[in-house]
Each structure stands twice: as structure tokens, then as C-alpha cells.
């Protein structure tokens, strides 16, 4: 499952949604806004993102970590609009029956999203420039 979404992203209701009988494990991850990159101090960032091609893509990753790793499920939320320090842009779970093949799957899904999924982010800098990052 994935989500695009505007509003301030709390982990409390994605991790009571990650629960299966069978899982022992949910490993997540998450992204959040640092006031440094590359050695340019950031004051925020700003996320665009086209939604149905992203849920299109995040579903063929979602199939291939189901695939490669012994888990359950996934679930991502993405942020999109003006995000200031320490928020959180990006949150993962994956459910599985032990660590593992959790915290493996986890991994791949963040790698492979940050790849692949129509996401742009523009970095906002204190001296007022700004730029998008790894855009096309």
C-alpha cells in the first residue's frame, strides 16, 4: 500500500494499521528533513509528486519485495508539499514472520523508491538559493 499525501506524517496510526497473526517483525523506516546536505545548510524542502504514476511504480516494488524477501506486507506513506526540518518525508513498514527478511525488505523499498518513484524534492538554503535535487 502506498499513499501521496500533504499532511504531517505520525507513524502512531500506520504502525496499529501493520498487524498480521502470522507476523513476529515489522521493521520501518524513517525519513525525516535534516538541516544539512552535502555541506549546505538547509531550512527546508519541498516535495512534488505525480501520484498515480507513483502508486504504479511503488506497487511493482512492492511485488518484487514480496517476492525476493519472506514478508507479509508494505506500506508507505510519502510527504509532498513544504516540509520543514525534522519532519518526517517518507515512512515504511513491512511486516514478516522474523527480523530478517523485515529489515532486508525495508531496506530495498526505501532504496528502490528513492530510484525509481516520481518524486522530486527542492532543497530550500539559508543564503535563500534553492534547487531540485536528482531531478530529470
Known amino acids: ?9 505520525t507513524a ?11 507476523a513476529g517483525a515489522l521493521a520501518t523506516f524513517e525519513g525525516r528533513v535534516r538541516s544539512l ?13 505525480a501520484e498515480a504514476l507513483a502508486k504504479n511504480e511503488f506497487a511493482k516494488i512492492e511485488k518484487e519485495a514480496l517476492s525476493h524477501f ?23 513498514g513491512v511486516l ?3 527480523r ?5 525488505a525495508c531496506r530495498y523499498v526505501i532504496d528502490e ?3 525509481r518513484l516520481p518524486i522530486w524534492k ?3 538554503y539559508t543564503d535563500g538559493d534553492s534547487g531540485w535535487i536528482n531531478a530529470p
Open 37 to 49: 546536505n552535502q555541506g549546505r545548510a538547509v531550512t527546508r524542502l519541498e516535495y512534488e509528486g
Open 113 to 115: 523508491l528513492k530510484k
Open 12 to 22: 502512531h496510526p500506520w504502525l496499529q494499521e501493520c498487524a498480521h497473526e502470522h
Open 100 to 104: 530478517g527478511p523485515a529489515f532486508d
Open 96 to 98: 514478516a514472520a522474523h
Open 70 to 92: 519472506d514478508i507479509i506486507e508494505v506500506r508507505c506513506i510519502h510527504r509532498v508539499g513544504l516540509l520543514e526540518i525534522g519532519d518526517t518525508a517518507v515512512w515504511i
Open 1 to 9: 500500500m502506498f499513499t501521496l499525501s500533504d499532511c504531517s506524517i
Open 122 to 124: 527542492k532543497e530550500h
